[in-house]
């Protein structure tokens, strides 16, 4: 299986569970979203659905709007 090259992929080559965290995103807006919130829409861990939002963070397709507490809300660009 290739690797990753940590660059922006186009929709087709983005991975699944990327793509279903994006569509969460842009389904909630214009709010705002935590990881939790978005574990829970796309039915995976936290963890996973943390390792996909920083990714796409990295990306320029999401940002983080805002921090309640320790919980970091995220939303699409």
């Known amino acids: 299986m290739p690797e990753s090259s940590g660059k922006s992929e186009s929709p087709e080559m983005m991975d699944e569970s990327s793509r279903k965290v994006l569509e969460v995103l842009k389904r909630a807006a214009p709010r705002d979203l935590s990881i939790h919130e978005i574990a829970e829409l796309v039915k995976m861990h936290r963890n996973t659905a943390s ?19 320790n919980a970091k809300l995220y939303s699409i660009k």
């Open 51 to 69: 390792k996909h939002v920083y990714a796409l963070e990295r990306e320029g397709k999401v940002t983080m709007t805002r921090q309640t507490g």
